[in-house]
């Protein structure tokens, strides 16, 4: 979560974090989570970028730190929030009532071009 709080928070980018679709796929593939490291210079990295958090995005400046992080609050509660499933896009199909049943169709003679669109799900 950022730091910054309020209804334009997530616009602030200064203190902006990994959003946490972005963490779940960290957590699930080494390589996704080293191309984001790989982003950042180690030099530029609070402790040269040995001490990340996962699950917050976040370096630290020493393993005191990263243990201190780990006991508290807040990255209890991210981790609580990344046990729920990423937001997707079917998700937001389903509850809009949006769903993949073409119906049945009337002339299928001719819809014969389009008959090769179905099942593409
Ligand atoms: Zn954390």
């Known amino acids: 979560m950022p730091a910054i709080r309020g209804p334009k928070s997530k616009s602030k980018t200064r203190r ?32 040269f970028g040995d001490f990340y958090c996962t699950e917050c995005a976040k370096w630290f400046e020493s393993q005191t730190n990263l243990d201190k992080h780990a006991k508290g609050k807040p990255h209890k509660r991210r981790v609580r929030d990344l046990k729920e499933e990423p937001y997707s896009q079917k998700e937001a199909e389903a509850a809009a009532g949006l769903t993949t049943d073409n119906g049945k ?4 003679e001719d819809m014969v071009d389009a008959s090769e669109d179905e099942d593409v799900r």
């Open 16 to 47: 902006h974090t990994r959003d946490l679709d972005q963490v779940h796929a960290d957590v699930a593939s080494k390589e996704h989570l080293q191309k984001y490291k790989d982003l950042h210079a180690h030099e530029d990295l609070p402790g």
């Open 105 to 108: 169709r009337l002339n299928e």
